[in-house]
């Protein structure tokens, strides 16, 4: 399908009306969340309104609709992500809850002092954070892969400290920050070619590239709905089932038991396993949503649309006296970060807000990468389905007014 982009931004009713100030919005922060089309908006007031119930336990509909919706999400989302029958879907709450999953259930057991964990100088806090802890707790050592003078991984550093130590692989397949593409198809093989399990963080690529699960060959790759025009509150842990089976569950109690007694419980088979209670059922069904709506849409339209709008502002920005875009020649998702002399991020963030235009500024959850790079903050745009070349036409000129105004 042609990428329609007035069709395509029609369908976000937050667009429709002004910011408070009285300005169309502008929204520049999908990396952060992105904004939801009224199909998925449609998809959750359906199941509230119609066929609310909780799954799994209830004879009698709509509990039967209910649990055949979730189990169809779950279905939707292992074809979008091409996943091989090795595979199988967990939903969790966000990214950072399935990275957390395998932290404690996967590593956590399997790490011994001296041991390492392998990780990127870009992982946003939530896939450092996890490991960092679990390395303190075992006291292994968490090893982090640097950038490289030309602003990509090093993976001369990646190979070398890929060794007999190494119990995990952690990365992310996009910078939040920088918007550097990593090739985790490569490094996955890497990996594996020294025995070494791998998971990806594809928060940042699954709402403008096609994630194929079956060809990248991970043993666990994560997301969230909500940076992919799904709800929040609903994530994804698509992981090996064998080591799925093998995991003990970290959280317990109903709907992921066979059998209990007081002195013994049987757990019942993955995925249900690893979904300890009420689990979110309205997110799933809007995430299905959501997948239903990129996949209509077309992953390649999708990604062409938006690399073309991403080369489009970088220049337009560039062009701007005193803006340095951060790590310019790696990037390759729809985000990047700038620096503006003289100008803290925050206070230029400020300043577009009142144009109506929503920009990120901070450490973006990547503050070793900050202190690497050697900056305190940047200000970050990202694109998501809904915005145009008018959009960054408006972002240009109120920066340079936000310049003028410090000037
Ligand atoms: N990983 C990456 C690369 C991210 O960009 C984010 C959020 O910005 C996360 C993980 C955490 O996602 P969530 O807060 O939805 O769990």
Same mark, same amino acid.
Request: contains cysteine.
């Given at each position: ?51 609310? !119930?909780?799954?799994? @336990? ?81 006291? !292994? ?51 594996? =070619? @020294? ?7 594809? !928060? ?41 089976? =093998? ?33 979110? &059922? ?45 790590? @310019? ?27 109506? &235009? ?50």
């Amino acid at each position: 399908m042609a990428f329609d982009i007035d069709t395509i931004r029609a369908q976000f009713p937050i667009f429709q009306r002004p910011t408070p100030l009285g300005q169309p919005l502008t929204y520049l922060d999908s990396a952060a969340t992105s904004q939801k089309p009224q199909v998925v908006i449609d998809a959750l007031v359906d199941f509230y309104q119609h066929f609310n !119930a909780n799954i799994g @336990r209830g004879s009698y509909w709509p509990a039967s609709a209910a649990t055949q919706a979730y189990e169809d999400a779950r279905q939707q989302v292992a074809h979008f992500l091409r996943m091989p029958g090795t595979h199988a879907v967990v939903f969790t709450s966000g990214t950072t809850d399935a990275i957390n999953k395998v932290a404690r259930s996967f590593l956590l057991p399997r790490l011994r002092t001296g041991d390492e964990v392998v990780i990127t100088e870009m992982e946003h806090h939530a896939n450092l954070v996890p490991w960092q802890q679990l390395c303190l707790q075992a006291g !292994a050592i968490l090893r982090v892969v640097p950038l490289g003078t030309d602003g990509r991984l090093d993976m001369h550093t990646y190979s070398q400290w890929l060794g007999a130590k190494t119990r995990m692989v952690a990365l992310t397949a996009v910078s939040n920050t920088l918007g550097l593409v990593n090739d985790v198809q490569t490094m996955t093989r890497m990996a594996h =070619d @020294r025995g070494i399990p791998v998971l990806v963080d594809a !928060a940042q690529a699954v709402a403008h590239q096609i994630v194929d699960v079956g060809a990248i060959d991970c043993d666990f790759l994560v997301f969230s709905g909500h940076k992919m025009y799904g709800p929040t509150g609903i994530g994804v842990l698509c992981a090996r089932k064998k080591l799925l089976d =093998d995991m003990p569950p970290v959280a317990f109690g109903g709907g992921m038991v066979r059998h209990v007694t007081f002195g013994h419980t049987g757990f019942a088979p993955v995925p249900q396993r690893h979904e300890a209670g009420t689990p979110p &059922i309205a997110g799933a069904i809007g995430l299905q949503a959501a997948i239903v709506f990129l996949e209509a849409i077309g992953m390649d339209a999708i990604h062409q649309y938006l690399s073309e709008l991403t080369s489009y502002a970088m220049q337009q920005i560039e062009g701007l006296h005193g803006v340095t875009v951060l790590n @310019r020649q790696a990037v390759g998702a729809p985000l990047f970060s700038f620096v503006i002399d003289g100008i803290h991020p925050h206070d230029i963030a400020g300043l577009l807000n009142e144009s109506g &235009i929503a920009v990120r500024a901070g450490h973006h959850c990547t503050q070793p990468l900050m202190e690497a790079m050697g900056v305190a903050a940047t200000t970050r745009i990202s694109f998501g389905v809904y915005n145009t070349t008018h959009d960054v036409d408006r972002l240009v000129v109120a920066l340079q007014e936000a310049m003028d105004f410090f000037g």
